[in-house]
C-alpha cells in the first residue's frame, strides 16, 4: 500500500524557518517525479514544487522561488522541502504527492499525504 | 501561466442528480487534464486523469470529457459520499501546475 506522511509543520514566525518531511513507502520511491502541494486556510490548491526522480531537476512557483528548497533521499525514501525566509502568505496546509508515471513529470498526483499544517505568525 | 477557470463556483444538488461541472484552460493544453475530489479535512484524491481516464477504483458514475481548452467532469447518479470540492488541473505546462479556483458540491 502506497503511504505518503507528511511532518515538520508548525508555527514559526515571520522571516523564520522550517524543513517539512514526508516518509513515502509501499512504492520504488526513487522511480517518481514527487511534488509538494499547499493550501492556504479556506482556499484553493496551489501546486509548490517538484523534484526529478534523482534530484537532476527541481521546479517551482513564482511566490516561493530562493526561498523553498526542495529536496530527496532516495536511501531513505523520503521528500523534503526547506522553506526559508517565510512570510504570513506560506500559511497553509503542505501536501507531499506522487506524480503518477514513474520517470514522467507530465502526470497527474496519484497518491497524497494527509498533510502538515504550517502558519506563519508572530 | 496557464490559467484554469471552473465553473460554477459552488452549487447545490440532490441525490441522484446529473451534475456537470466545467473547466476552462487558458490556452490548449491537449488531454493533460487530471479531476480531483476533496472532502473538509482531507486530503485530495484523484477522479479522473488524462482528461478522461478514471482512476483505479474510483466508480463508473464519474466521468471526465474534453481536450484542448474545455473540459467537464460529470456524476452520472449523486450519491451523498459525492458532496466535496472538486478541482481540475492541467500538467500540460509547467512550472507551474495549475489548477481550478475548485467548485464546491453541496446538498440542496
Known amino acids: 500500500e502506497v503511504q505518503l506522511v507528511e511532518s515538520g509543520g508548525g508555527l514559526v514566525q515571520p522571516g523564520g524557518s522550517l524543513r517539512l518531511s514526508c516518509a513515502a513507502s509501499g512504492f520504488t520511491f526513487s522511480s517518481y517525479w514527487m511534488s509538494w502541494v499547499r493550501q492556504a486556510p479556506g482556499k484553493g490548491l496551489e501546486w509548490v514544487a517538484n523534484i526529478k526522480q534523482d534530484g537532476s531537476e527541481k521546479y517551482y512557483v513564482d511566490s516561493v522561488k530562493g526561498r523553498f528548497t526542495i529536496s530527496r533521499d532516495n536511501a531513505k525514501n523520503s521528500l523534503y522541502l526547506q522553506m526559508n525566509s517565510l512570510r504570513a502568505e506560506d500559511t497553509a496546509v503542505y501536501y507531499c504527492a506522487r506524480v503518477m508515471n514513474p520517470g514522467i513529470a507530465a502526470a497527474a498526483l496519484d497518491y497524497w499525504g494527509q498533510g502538515t499544517l504550517v502558519t506563519v505568525s508572530s | 501561466a496557464i490559467r484554469m477557470t471552473q465553473s460554477p463556483s459552488s452549487f447545490s444538488a440532490s441525490t441522484g442528480d446529473r451534475v456537470t461541472i466545467t473547466c476552462r484552460a487558458s490556452q490548449g493544453i491537449s488531454s493533460y487534464l487530471a479531476w480531483y475530489q476533496q472532502k473538509p479535512g482531507k486530503a485530495p484524491k484523484l477522479l479522473i486523469y488524462?482528461?478522461?481516464t478514471l482512476q483505479s477504483g474510483v466508480p463508473s458514475r464519474f466521468s471526465g470529457s474534453g481536450s484542448g481548452t474545455d473540459f467537464t467532469l460529470t456524476i452520472s447518479c449523486l450519491q451523498s459520499e459525492d458532496f466535496a470540492t472538486y478541482y481540475c488541473?492541467?500538467?500540460?505546462?509547467?512550472?507551474?501546475?495549475?489548477f481550478g479556483q475548485g467548485t464546491k458540491l453541496e446538498i440542496k
Open positions: 488524462a482528461a478522461s
Open positions: 488541473q492541467q500538467y500540460y505546462s509547467y512550472p507551474p501546475y495549475t
